[in-house]
Structures are given as structure tokens and as C-alpha cells.
């Protein structure tokens, strides 16, 4: 299983050798899962991870077309024939003289040492062994889920920030790497501010350029993991499921530490001068997603590989936000200047990405103008006959929510007339025009998703009605004004563009409290439709 906050890894691996050596391809297969069968909450960023993984490859780590396999929400037999098929162009590519790398990744859900792809499920045993047999000179796996320490504990995992040497002896390093997002028996985690899960933002925001420590323009694998491993476990430390600790395994030969990505390779890319301090967040616009994190203290410079786009760069301060919207053409660095970025109130904060925007919408007061028909009739016979006949009521309704509790307030102005009636007496029937008006408010609590959504909730109502005898001119008007306490439930679908045209069909039960000779309650029930728009 894996909690809201999730901790996903990615490399783009690059080995560094002698000049003199073959030339390294690298393959990879990326698996994304958002759902793990039954008795699973669906996670939202799993398979958004995977592709966030993709990009960095491809960009920056030298991974070239079909040797990268994505599968997003794919089952286990799937994911193992892709595996078989790119073990194959694996082995062809070290019988024709290249160096070769593999890197598997898994993001999605996990238990007792399973990969839950949707109903089905994956050894995390089995993809240790195939990493173990590759024909590969570097295999490194990498699982995003809770409890995945267990693909690192047969290989005696451990925690730690650091686990190869930086040396300048390129003696081309070869060995099975093993990374996982947790301990065996802590939980990964998802973040909707940052769109994904803690690991994955941390480490392709290192592998853009933020853990570039030499400062070479070369991220390397002991560069990405100390640096993504000190943010993970310092971010979860405050999370409600508790801190995460990133494991590891390695066998290796050689003593060359690993490239991972080339910031060379970036078409374009941020440039973030020393005289800036703090942290900024890089939204991808285009994208929607949150693209980089950096981190930083004054007097040093960082620059973040990026591809050509729009993009928004905002730094949290106390009370509100400092943005600025940055577009980036297909070369050259854009430098981020404070003296450029804007006060922005947190809930004008237009980089939210979509998922956390849709949430704060939901949390949003929105008013909607609603026209409203309803056809009103009370329950007893003899009341329709001699006091209340049934009725159509025409009006307006005005909502406002959420409110305190996530509640709707709705307002609404009725009325409606019949004219030429009969007020059957029994002994003697009288010609009558019958007028009713209602004010009403109620507070309804909604459930569903963006586009149906279920409501029910209490209304209180007032009613005014009026009788008049016209062809009966000595008959006084007869005038009654009384409270109705009611129950009312309705099904609402929100259409159009943007969802902002409300239809709604709703029913309501009530009691009409009045007075006359002596106190009195009568029964009645609505039925209705409305239709409206809401911006």
C-alpha cells in the first residue's frame, strides 16, 4: 500500500569510463501503476512519476527512443514481457561492443514483498533476479512504494546517504544497484503541493541541476541520492505517516562513480544567481506539474536543465507568495531575478497544478444564480380540496459554499398562482384564484465528484398564501402566512465548459405549520428542477 505523500526514485544513468571505452547505450523499462486492486486506495501520481522519470532520461541522461519502455497502468504480464523483450535488445547491444546499462522503475502500490499492478502482482524477488542475470554492466533497480525495503534486504539494505566514491580513477564501474523509496516497513508517500511523490521531486529536481555539488554540470549518482535522501527524510519527518528512509544495495566492481545526467545536454533551462536564497518551486505551465525544486544559500549559483516552455517560478514566504512567469526557447539559460517576482496572495497562486487546483476549487465559496420550477402538492386529499390545492411555483435560487462544515447555503424566492379553482366545500362550491410565495433557505452537503454530485440537508421555509373569491364579491380575501421545516436532497450535474452550467432535479418534505381555529401541520412534498450557471 502506499499513503498520500509518496516516494518515488528515478536515474538516468550514465556510466563514465576512459575515453578510450565503448560507448554506452542505455535501456530502461518504467513502470507506472495508480492502482493496486482491491482493498487499495488509488494513488494519484504514481503513474505521473513514471513519466516525470521518462522526461528526465530522455532529456538530460542520454536515453534515446525505444530504449526507454513506459508502461502506465499496465499488468504484471505485461510488464514482464516488456522486460523480456528489452533484455533481448540488451544483450544484442553487448554482442555488437557497447557497454551497456538497465534500469528498471516501479511507482504504484506494494505489499509483502509484491508489486501490486491492478489485480495482478509482481515478485519484487523476480525483479531482483532478472537485474541479477542481465547481460547489463550496470543494472540498478529502483521501487517507489511502501514497503519496498524489501527489495534491498536479501542484499542487506541500509539506510545512508552515500554509497559510492567520487574518484578520479575512471575505471568503468560495473554491478547491480538496488534503491528503494522505503524502509520494508514504512509507508511512501504522495505530496499535492508538489504533484507526485516526495523521492521523484527530489530527485529529478538533483537530477536538473540542484544536486550538481562540484558544480560540473555532471549530477552524479553519490551527488543525487545523498541529496534526495537528506530532503526526503528531513520533508516526511513532519508528515502525518512519519519519516521515510530511502534504502540501498550495491555490488560493484571499479571504483568510477556513475553519471547520471549531463546538464549539457538541456536545450534551455533557469539560472538561479547567488545573490537568491531560499526555496523555489518550478511549475511547468504547459504541464501542469511541479518541474524542479531548488534550494539554495546566497553567494552560490544553480541552474536547472529544463525543456523549451512556459514556466512559473514562486518562492513561499510567510504571508504570501513572490512569482514570475519565465518562458524559455529552445537554447540558452533564463536567469530568475527577485526584483522580477511579484507579490502574490496564496490564493491567487496560479502554478497549482491540476489535482491540487480542482481541491482548493471544492474548497472554494462559489456562488451560482439558479432558475427554479417546482410542482408543490400536500399529502392529505381533503387538504388539496378545501384548504391548499396543488401547485406550480416559478423562481429563483441563489447557493453560496462551501460553508462552515462544507456546507452549500441556498436561498430561494418562489411563486406561483392557479386561477378559476374550485374550493370544493362539500355542500357548496366556490370559484377561487390561489396565490402562494415562498422565501426558503437551506444548507445542503454535497458528496460526489466534479461533475454529479449527491446533495441532502434541512431548508426552512415561509409561506405566504392568499385566496380570492372574484365572483363572489362579498367573500373577504382569505390570507395565511405560516413556517415549513423541511428535508430536501438533490442530484446536481455541473456541464459545459469548465463545469460552470448547474442542472439539478430535487425532491422535498415538509411540514406547513399554520394557524387558524387552532394550531395546525400538514404534509406536503416538491419536486423540481433547476438550471443555472455558476463562474
Known amino acids: 500500500m502506499k499513503v498520500r505523500t509518496i516516494f518515488g526514485v528515478v536515474l538516468a544513468l550514465s556510466a563514465a569510463a576512459p575515453a578510450s571505452a565503448a560507448p554506452v547505450r542505455r535501456f530502461a523499462l518504467l513502470l507506472g501503476n495508480n492502482r493496486g486492486g482491491p482493498e487499495t486506495e488509488p494513488l494519484r501520481y504514481a503513474e505521473a512519476d513514471a513519466k516525470k522519470v521518462q522526461a528526465v532520461l530522455r532529456e538530460l541522461g542520454g536515453y534515446q527512443g525505444q530504449d526507454v519502455v513506459l508502461l502506465a497502468g499496465a499488468p504484471a504480464d505485461e510488464a514482464l514481457t516488456a522486460l523480456t523483450a528489452l533484455e533481448a535488445r540488451v544483450a544484442a547491444a553487448k554482442a555488437a561492443g557497447a557497454r551497456t546499462s538497465l534500469l528498471i522503475y516501479y511507482s504504484g502500490h506494494a505489499k509483502v514483498g509484491d508489486l501490486l499492478m491492478g489485480p495482478s502482482r509482481l515478485d519484487m524477488g523476480l525483479v531482483r533476479e532478472h537485474l541479477k542475470r542481465s547481460a547489463a554492466d550496470i543494472k540498478i533497480g529502483i521501487i517507489d512504494a511502501c514497503e519496498s525495503g524489501a527489495l534491498t534486504r536479501a542484499k542487506g539494505g541500509r539506510r545512508g546517504p552515500s554509497f559510492l566514491y567520487d574518484t578520479d580513477d575512471r575505471e568503468a564501474t560495473q554491478g547491480l544497484i538496488l534503491i528503494s523509496s522505503s524502509s520494508e516497513n514504512e509507508s511512501s508517500q504522495e505530496s499535492d503541493e508538489l504533484g507526485g511523490s516526495f523521492f521523484t521531486h527530489y530527485l529529478t529536481s538533483g537530477l536538473r541541476g540542484d544536486a550538481d555539488d562540484s558544480g560540473d554540470s555532471r549530477v552524479t549518482l553519490g551527488e543525487v541520492?545523498?541529496?534526495?535522501?537528506?530532503?526526503?527524510?528531513?520533508?516526511?519527518?513532519?508528515?502525518?505517516?512519519?519519516?521515510?528512509?530511502?534504502?540501498?544495495?550495491?555490488?560493484?566492481?571499479?571504483?568510477?562513480?556513475?553519471?547520471?545526467?549531463?546538464?549539457?545536454?538541456?536545450?534551455?533551462?533557469?539560472?538561479?544567481?547567488?545573490?537568491?536564497?531560499?526555496?523555489?518551486?518550478?511549475?511547468?505551465?504547459?504541464?501542469?506539474?511541479?518541474?524542479?525544486?531548488?534550494?539554495?544559500?546566497a553567494g552560490e549559483a544553480r541552474s536547472i536543465a529544463l525543456p523549451a516552455g512556459e514556466y512559473a517560478v514562486k518562492k513561499r514566504m510567510q504571508d504570501h507568495l513572490r512569482m514570475v512567469r519565465l518562458s524559455l526557447g529552445e537554447h540558452g539559460a533564463v536567469p530568475v531575478l527577485e526584483s522580477r517576482m511579484e507579490r502574490v496572495a496564496f490564493e491567487d497562486d496560479y502554478a497549482k497544478g491540476p489535482i491540487l487546483r480542482a481541491e482548493l476549487e471544492r474548497r472554494r465559496r462559489r456562488l451560482s444564480l439558479e432558475a427554479q420550477v417546482v410542482y408543490q402538492g400536500f399529502l392529505s386529499g381533503a387538504a388539496r380540496r378545501e384548504l391548499f390545492p396543488a401547485l406550480p411555483l416559478f423562481g429563483a435560487t441563489g447557493r453560496i459554499g462551501p460553508m462552515l462544515g462544507g456546507a452549500y447555503l441556498s436561498l430561494d424566492l418562489l411563486f406561483g398562482s392557479r386561477r378559476g379553482l374550485v374550493l370544493d366545500l362539500g355542500a357548496l362550491a366556490l370559484s377561487q384564484d390561489f396565490f402562494e410565495t415562498q422565501v426558503a433557505g437551506s444548507l445542503m452537503w454535497r458528496f460526489g465528484g466534479s461533475i454529479v454530485q449527491f446533495g441532502v440537508g434541512p431548508r426552512l421555509a415561509a409561506l405566504y398564501m392568499r385566496r380570492s373569491f372574484p365572483f363572489d364579491p362579498d367573500l373577504k380575501t382569505q390570507d395565511m402566512l405560516g413556517l415549513s421545516p423541511a428535508g430536501a436532497t438533490e442530484l446536481m450535474f455541473f456541464v459545459g465548459p469548465g463545469g460552470h452550467v448547474v442542472l439539478s432535479a430535487f425532491g422535498r418534505a415538509g411540514l406547513l405549520l399554520y394557524s387558524v381555529d387552532d394550531n395546525r401541520a400538514l404534509a406536503y412534498a416538491e419536486g423540481g428542477l433547476t438550471v443555472g450557471y455558476r463562474p
Not at 547567488?274 to 534550494?295: H, K, M, N, T
Open 225 to 297: 541520492y545523498e541529496y534526495t535522501y537528506h530532503k526526503t527524510v528531513a520533508v516526511t519527518a513532519s508528515t502525518r505517516s512519519g519519516v521515510q528512509h530511502p534504502t540501498y544495495s550495491y555490488d560493484l566492481a571499479g571504483q568510477g562513480d556513475i553519471v547520471l545526467t549531463d546538464l549539457s545536454k538541456g536545450q534551455a533551462g533557469l539560472l538561479f544567481g547567488p545573490e537568491l536564497e531560499g526555496r523555489y518551486l518550478v511549475f511547468d505551465l504547459g504541464r501542469e506539474q511541479v518541474a524542479a525544486e531548488i534550494s539554495k544559500a
